[in-house]
């Protein structure tokens, strides 16, 4: 290529495509009259390149001193030609859609975030209200009617409660006051049938019971061997009374009378019947020392919650349990009283237990029980421990001061007693 010359040879060989291109003779920004108009566009998009052709000695020059302003024009020149060849070479930009898009989308948030807000503060205001609320740190619960209780104010002894031998197990240091609120309440219903089987004497006790307090000798401790001495003479008695049904409960249980007649009515006492409720998840295994091999299953009813055993059954445990067997077949595997009966009935008996949801001890949170379905279950329990009362949850009648195992109120609920207060 030649050099270049002239700023005045590059621009007139340049004039033909400013016109072409809608630039006006400065080379500046085209006028906005003329931006309005409709120019004929090129078949392409002309680079830089495609200049060469038309604009011949654009990149090549003389590079001596002498032409050096030449130089800093011819750029300055190329620079302006550039810029303003690309801005009308390329098409407009479509309008951006991000603002109005992103202003729909803020006011769909906002929409959605009030709304939130409203329905958490609808659920969490009124129980922070009812939190801080007077009272509202005692559990609510549903109050059964004292005017509407289903009281047996002429309770009549049921022919099979007749026919019954209950024994409760406790020791002297319990006497007073568990074996009191006992005569005060459901075993005054039952005190010719009601037996309780203590370790020492006790002469005060005894009149109380009109006799039915028996000395049994066995250590006064809560041990494994103490309870299954007590539970072996209960068994020796109960075959002696010539009774057809014995039932057992501990010193901390409340017995409604009345359903546990309803449920030894639904059974034969000349059948083997064991009834009861398990305290366990799963029945006890065991196994042969001398053959791993040979492992057994049963269940056993515990004995905190109370059981029924029909005469027929105790005849078939006599060869394993009466006359002081009971002790020895509890040593072999060294069972407490309750599981040693299990074994005897299910193990080495076959008979199996019929499970009565309605019998409680005080393994169960005895809360759990609606306060509607207290009439129909057949035994209750109590216990305190470090402070935590697991009692039934009853709203009177008498204070909690006054009955703090609740058994009192329990009775005026179902029966009547000269301490219960008037209704209203």
Known sequence: MEPFESNDSLYENTRDLK??????????????????KKMPRPPSVLSVEDLKGVVPNLYTFDSSPKNSNLVKEK?????RLNNNLQQDLDPPEAPAMVGPCWRRHKQKLAVITICSLCFTLGIVIPLLIQFFSPGSQTKSVPR?????????????????????FISVKTTKKYH?????????TWASLVKHQTWFFTDLEDPDMNQR?????????????HSRVALVCKMASEFDFFLKSMKRWWCHFDDDNYVHVTKL????????????????KPSTAKPLEIFDIKSPQNTSHFWFATGGAGFCVSRTLALKMAPYAGNGKFVETGDQFWFPDDVTLGYIVEHLLGERLTVIPE??????????????????????????????????????????????????????????????????
Request: charged share 20%; net charge negative.
């Open 359 to 424: 019998f409680h001890s005080h393994l169960e949170p005895m809360k759990r029980i609606p306060p509607e379905e207290i009439s129909q279950q057949i035994s209750f329990s109590y216990i305190s421990y470090n402070g935590v009362q697991n009692v039934i949850d009853l709203p009177g009648p008498l204070p909690t001061d006054a009955d703090p195992t609740r058994f009192y109120s329990l009775h005026c609920l179902l029966y009547s007693a000269p301490y219960c207060p008037e209704e209203k």
């Open 19 to 36: 016109g072409w291109l809608g630039h006006d003779d400065k080379l500046g920004v085209v006028p906005d009259h003329l931006r309005k």
């Open 75 to 79: 750029l300055d020149f190329q620079q």
């Open 144 to 164: 059964v009617p004292y005017s509407s209780r289903n009281r047996n104010k002429d309770f009549h002894l049921d022919s099979v409660l007749t026919d019954l």
């Open 209 to 221: 019971t009109q006799g039915h307090l028996i000395a049994t000798n066995c250590s006064d401790s």
């Open 176 to 184: 007073h006051p568990r074996l009191v609120i006992l005569l005060e």
């Open 261 to 276: 007649a309803q449920l030894l009515k639904s059974y034969s006492p000349d059948e083997p019947i064991y009834l009861g």
